[in-house]
């Protein structure tokens, strides 16, 4: 079974940053392509941003482009999620899943389990 779990989450104020890590466990993460999935209150989970196991390519949606950045470390079988310039509307937890990984990113389904998913709270 692919499990996987999320931690970095915490709450900053807009404009502050965090760093998302999702780590793999029973599996090896590079093999996979990999999703970052965002739920915010009362809306449903969304893809965010993807690493491709074929080349590595990365997507994100719109809203986080240009601030989030996606990466991996083989050596410790997890992927990250940098997001920098964070704003109140990225509040929400962050969940990460090894499905596939395509454009556009906000249409990406995830039909396996989930991680226990990591809060992510932005306000002043």
């Known amino acids: 079974q692919l499990q996987v779990v999320e931690s970095g989450g915490g709450a900053v104020q807009p404009g502050g940053s965090l760093r998302l890590s999702c780590e793999a466990s029973?599996?090896?993460?590079?093999?996979?392509?990999l999703v970052w999935f965002h739920q915010a209150p009362g809306k449903e989970r969304e893809g965010v941003s993807c690493?491709?196991?074929?080349?590595?390519?990365?997507y994100f949606t719109k809203s986080v482009e240009g601030r989030f950045t996606i990466s991996r470390d083989n050596a410790k079988n997890t992927v990250y999620l940098q997001m920098n310039n964070l704003k109140v509307e990225d509040s929400g937890v962050y969940y990460c899943?090894?499905?596939?990984?395509?454009?556009?990113?906000?249409?990406?389904?995830?039909?396996?389990?989930w991680g226990p998913g990591t809060q992510v709270s932005v306000s002043s």
């Open positions: 899943a090894p499905t596939h990984c395509t454009q556009p990113v906000e249409e990406i389904r995830n039909f396996g389990s």
């Open positions: 029973g599996f090896t993460l590079e093999f996979y392509s």
């Open positions: 690493i491709s196991s074929k080349d590595g390519s990365t």
